[in-house]
């Protein structure tokens, strides 16, 4: 085919890698999408992979809007580039390195250690695939300034990532995360970026991290006593072909549960993640294996983490004794419940605790803290949101845990980003507590709904891929700014909170209040009947997500299932009117 029909600036584009130092695997790729896959050329050279404020995350190939070295080390020029102008007193800057089992994961670890340490900064690179929660506690354990994990957690195998910590082992936030932005969109050429690395500089690290993270780790056992005789809880863990194999069964094993099985097919390291449609532990068709094993060996709790093991997925039997999964928000929530109550029956609380959730994250979580006495803030969706409260709160309050409902969980502040690790083990720990109580954790549950209230969630995807897609869920979320929904399933809207003006907004009074967060592009629609509707797109993924809650009453443990049937009719109701089905 004929360069002849290709876009003129995205064949400049791609012409300036070729005239750039790129190596032949590379330049060979650019020249075959020239002659025969103008589509494929298109997409990889239409823009530049957004650095965005949790780092690079895409589709891996040859071009500017794929993960490849050359985009890896252009991001790492900008960052070391950062570093040197905060931290100008001629002190020597560190940063530690991670990586997932994802394919080239190794080596774009490898390449962001060669470029920082080409420009003069200590590199501590973990030996071989390790959780990006242990990432996070190496930065503050090594006293670095920065870390980085190369992982695109949950995403399909096709994609890689790039994420960056600052010294408090948290992700970027404001100002940091802009100033990162602007350095690394001045590296608009691959020969800015210095490749060659010092190997002096460039310690190698592992198992005297691993040793120190499982001893950090242990001090957040809340039923030590309770472990001890409940030692044979009947647990299966599937890594999804990740990191978490690496630390997940010496920590279940380090708290005392003993009897573990383990998905053996699941646990090699493969980036090309074969017994699965996707690495997600969110996705019932990840934990079919692990349901499997569950019901030969009778297993009590079912675990698994996704690629880099930072989200949890948890498995149970329900009320009739089928195996079924939790949602995150009901393991949000157990999790809250569990702390909670640990903290008053051993006396811990002192009026200065707190817990932390997102804003698309169910208010069960808050109504669990705020009958203990213990306050709950509310904040952006993602981690770091977390961990930046924790930060603002250090030395005044004390963070219990906290969570979000897509799975990602923090119990303690010894690291700074979700972790699973620790959340499996306090999750078996609760499992645990329950049975010494004479119940399973499905029946703690329902427990919990009776003494709150029945809380009912569920998620809708909306997936549009390309620059298409882009514009597609951009006049999306344009479209319900300009005419937002009265009446949603015959209730009426009552407030509306727009996190990127910032207002919330009283319909039924018309006065409008700030909201006290950063910008975001998120709604939130508030129904009469309490039902909450939250729409955003997705900051790493081609989607926009929109979020449902709903309460009702449940009054007796009888009552459950129809109780829950009539709460998931109301939820298909609200899809069904905003026309998602």
Known sequence: MSSQSIDPKIL????????????????DRINSMIENDPNELTESFYCDLEFGTG????????????????????????LANYLKKVYDDGEELRVAIAHDSRNNSKSFARVAADVLSANGIHVFLFEDLRPTPELSFAVRYLHCHSGIVITASHN?????????????????????????????????????????????????????????????????????????????????????????????????????????????????????????????????????????????????????????????????????????????????????????????????????????????????????AKKAGIESYDCLTGFKWIADLIRRFEGEKTYIGGGEESFGYLVGDYVRDKDAILACCIFAECTAWARSKGMTLYELLVDIYREYGLYRESLVNIVRKGISGQAEIKAMMEQYRSHPPMEIAGSRVVTIKDYLTLKSKDLLTGTETTIDMPKSDVLQFFLENGSKISVRPSGTEPKIKFYFGVKGELKAGDEFKKAEAALDEKIAEIISSLGLK
Not at 58 to 76: D, S
Not at 309 to 336: E, F, M, P, S
């Open 156 to 368: 399909p195998k096709e994609y890689n990532g790039y994420k960056v910590y600052w010294n408090d082992g948290a992700q970027l936030i404001p100002p940091h995360d802009n100033n990162v932005i602007a350095e690394v969109q001045k590296i608009t050429s691959i020969d800015a970026v210095l490749f060659t690395g010092d190997d002096t500089i460039i310690d190698c690290i592992g198992e005297f991290i691993d040793s120190a993270y499982l001893e950090a780790m242990i001090n957040y056992s809340l039923a030590p006593e309770v472990i001890e005789k409940q030692s044979d809880l009947n647990i299966v863990y599937t890594p999804l072909h990740g990191t978490g194999i690496t630390m997940i069964p010496q920590a279940l094993r380090k708290f005392g549960f003993e009897n573990l099985h383990i998905v053996e097919e699941q646990a090699v390291a493969d980036g090309n993640f074969p017994t699965l449609i996707s690495p997600n532990p969110e996705e019932k068709s990840a934990m079919e294996m692990a349901l499997a094993l569950a019901g030969k060996v009778n297993a009590e709790l079912i675990l698994a983490t996704d690629p880099d093991a930072d989200r949890i997925g948890v498995g149970l039997k329900d009320l009739d004794g089928k195996y079924v999964l939790l949602n995150g928000n009901q393991t949000a929530c157990l999790l809250t419940y569990y702390l909670v109550k640990q903290w008053q029956t051993k006396g811990k609380l002192t009026g200065k605790e707190f817990i932390v959730k997102t804003i698309v994250t169910s208010e069960l979580m808050s109504d669990i």
């Open 55 to 78: 780092g690079l995350r895409g589709i891996m190939g040859a071009g500017t809007n794929r993960m490849n070295r050359y985009t890896v080390g252009m991001a790492t020029q900008g």
């Open 12 to 27: 400049e584009r791609a012409n300036v890698w070729l005239r750039s130092n790129i190596d032949d695997e590379t330049r």
